[in-house]
């Protein structure tokens, strides 16, 4: 046994341009160095009714069950799914990239029957592929879909996917992990039954969180189910002791007091900011973006009405090799931008421009980083 080493670990200060995290305000940082609180001091409890309708308000719903999970964002997506379904159900899964692909397991994992409806990496959900995917498995419960499909930069129409599955009598999830905060999304006026998200993209806020609503019609099936979900730690039936305030606020988990006043202080922004001025803003960094891109000669790789505005797949330029161009971003400009992954890997960089970071001084920075990194 030694005692060497006994530094404090001081992380480099990097721009985060990837597909999360994002950098945080300062504001958000400071809300990390509060006086720690008991998860059941009755301050505490003030407090989670506060954070619970400012959730509302991001999601733009009235559910009452609208709550922060205490990991991050897949931990919303197993919710979900493991609560919505039951062994031997079947559930309709869109899938165009890696997200609709964790969504398929989890729905295996659940000892539930997986149907997937496939588009290409790169291209938005067909609608009409989901029509008539239902159509021929009337048997399926729920459909599955992702609004913001981090890996490939693309966009899907969930509020369209949402009508198609409940004329089929389904109900819908959808992982708004990179959608909320970033671009419109409406709960209820789409009526989406499910939705899950994570606290380190758009929110600006720190890894570790998933916001969660969920709507009568789901909680109506959770509170009916005849066998328990096959999860001790997601199940909403026992979380909702502990975050109801109709319910007793019996001990479930000890929430992770600080990432909380992280969140609200996100929210705070967010909603001072204003959620559409917010969705304008990161339109305005994605034009920007393209402006710098041109600048380059450079390329994006998806069609320009599906792309996201906070989640940029670039086309990787000749001559540049991927892993030592991002090494290069890291190591001399501090910046860090995402990897392609599955087919896209080797083909395309992630360039995210999510919460804080949709801005004009992001570009700034990117342009140059990116123009030393061109042949020639
Ligand atoms: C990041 C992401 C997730 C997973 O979130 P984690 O916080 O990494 O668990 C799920 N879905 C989408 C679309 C994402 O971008």
């Known amino acids: 046994m030694h005692n060497q080493g006994l530094s404090s ?5 990097r721009l985060l341009l990837g597909p ?29 009714e506060d954070l619970k309708t400012k959730l509302r308000v991001v999601f733009q719903t009235n559910n009452a069950m609208t709550l922060p999970i205490s990991a991050p964002g897949s931990a919303g997506m197993e919710l979900c799914l493991r609560n919505l379904l039951s062994p031997g159900d079947t559930a309709i899964i869109c899938v165009n990239g890696v997200f609709g692909q964790r969504m398929c397991e989890n729905v295996r994992r659940a000892d539930a029957v ?8 790169g291209r938005p959900i067909d609608p009409q592929k989901l029509e008539d ?26 509020r369209t996917l949402a009508s198609i599955a409940h004329q089929y009598d389904c109900m819908i999830v959808v992982d708004a992990v990179t959608s909320l905060g970033g671009m419109e999304l409406r709960v209820d006026d789409w009526e989406l039954d499910a939705v899950y998200s994570g606290s380190q993209k758009c929110l600006g806020c720190t890894p570790g969180l998933s916001p969660v609503t969920l709507n009568e019609r789901a909680l109506h099936y959770i509170r009916n189910r005849s066998e328990p979900v096959r999860s001790w730690f997601l199940d909403v039936n026992l979380l909702s002791g502990y975050w109801q305030p109709d319910q007793r606020r019996s001990y479930h988990h000890t929430a992770p007091v600080h990432t909380l006043f992280a969140l609200h202080e996100a929210c705070i922004l967010l909603l001072n900011e204003g959620l559409e001025n917010a969705w304008e803003r990161h339109a305005a960094a994605h034009r920007m973006l393209k402006a710098a891109l041109d600048r380059c000669g450079m390329e994006f790789a998806v069609a320009a009405e599906c792309r996201l505005p906070q989640l940029n797949a670039v086309r990787i330029p000749d001559g540049v090799n991927d892993a030592e161009g991002r090494a290069r971003l890291l190591q001399d400009f501090n910046i860090e931008v995402g990897a392609g992954l599955g087919v896209l890997a080797g083909k395309i960089w992630r360039v995210g421009l999510m919460g804080p970071n949709a ?18």
């Open 133 to 158: 995917t239902l159509r021929k498995h009337p048997e399926a419960r729920l459909v599955g879909c992702v609004h913001a499909e981090t890996s490939t930069g693309v966009g899907s129409d969930v």
């Open 9 to 13: 670990y001081h992380p480099p200060e």
């Open 359 to 376: 801005c004009r001084a992001s570009i700034d920075r990117l342009l140059p980083a990116l123009q030393s990194l061109l042949p020639g």
């Open 20 to 48: 999360g995290p994002t950098n945080m305000d300062a504001r958000v940082l400071a809300a990390l160095s509060r006086p720690v609180i008991g998860h059941l001091d009755p301050s505490f409890q003030e407090f989670m």
């Open 114 to 121: 997986c149907i997937t409806v496939e588009d290409d990496w």
